[in-house]
């Protein structure tokens, strides 16, 4: 294999970790090196997730008001102002913060639609995520009658509004058929070199850009050159981590095959001699 020319429609960054161009901005990578596809809910979702919880918001504030305002009422008209505000508060702030906070991210309106509001890096929200997004939902939805949060939703990539920029959220949906990779095979005229190739332990991105390459979720609307290139940028880095080297005359794409399926085999071995060893320690 030689190295490819670099393209000039990619950034130095790009080229020198060719990995990173193949990951979204909704890809979040685990310490199992898992990526997750956590793809940010349209505006269509939210706003009718957001016209249920305005229904439910509504009916809220009749009963809470009722309640307050006959708990307050032959007082004065301090205490009356004071239960309407408390009533206002306990609506629009204390109840949407405290839902969200127990359901971790889930309203009404997201639970029936299948949305859940995260954190800009994939975790569960807490209580500072959810009192920011609701106190700041209160001027941006209701006291403007949505027209802020639509807008900025329709503007932003990721379909945020104010208080999910305030908060560092945003909305995903959870509901996402899974659709399981067909494993890697060996190429059988690699097996023999694999089976003796010392292959060190692939850092993560770099693993999952190249897993994403021969699965077909990347490359395959490209011309056959730059799809080459590519395949050729990714084994210069793999093989960094493997020795020796393939034999001459390799096709980077096989190789790259070979060595992904290489390590999964021995992890999967690995893994097979631990479950056997802890087997016989805990049998009686």
Do not use: N
Not at 53 to 60: F, R, W
Not at 195 to 207: C, F, K, N, T, Y
Request: contains cysteine; aromatic residues 6%; proline residues 7%.
């Amino acid at each position: 294999m030689t190295p490819a020319p670099q393209s000039p429609e990619r950034s130095p960054q790009e080229r020198a970790q060719p990995e990173r161009a193949l990951l979204t901005d909704d890809d979040l990578i685990t310490g199992d090196a898992v990526a997750l596809d956590l793809p940010a809910a349209g505006v269509g979702m939210r706003l009718l997730s957001g016209l249920i919880d305005l229904l439910v918001t509504c009916a809220l504030l009749v009963i809470v008001l009722i309640v307050f305002m006959t708990a307050a009422f032959g007082t004065d008209d301090a205490l009356a102002w004071a239960a309407y505000i408390a009533a206002t508060a306990t609506v629009f702030v204390v109840f949407p913060t405290t839902l969200e906070t127990l359901t971790r991210g889930r309203s009404i309106g997201k639970l029936a639609l299948g949305l859940r509001v995260v954190r800009d890096d994939g975790g569960a929200v807490s209580f500072h995520h959810t009192f920011v997004r609701a106190l700041i939902g209160y001027v941006e939805i209701y006291a403007t009658f949505g027209a802020a949060a639509f807008l900025t939703a329709m503007i932003h990539p990721r379909g945020k509004r104010l208080g999910d920029i305030a908060a560092g959220t945003y909305v995903i949906r959870v509901r996402v058929p899974l659709q399981p990779l067909a494993p890697i095979q060996m190429p059988p005229a690699l097996a023999v070199w694999a089976s003796r190739a010392d292959v060190a332990a692939i850092p993560v991105g770099l693993s999952l850009a190249v897993r994403r390459f021969l699965s077909g979720e990347v490359g395959t609307h490209t011309d056959p050159a730059r799809r080459h290139a590519l395949a050729e940028r990714l084994a210069t880095s793999v093989q960094e981590y493997v020795a020796p080297g393939p034999p001459p005359g390799t096709p980077p794409e096989a190789y790259l095959a070979a060595v992904l399926a290489t390590r999964r085999d021995r992890d999967a071995a690995r893994l097979a001699r631990d479950e056997e060893l802890r087997a016989r320690l805990t049998a009686r």
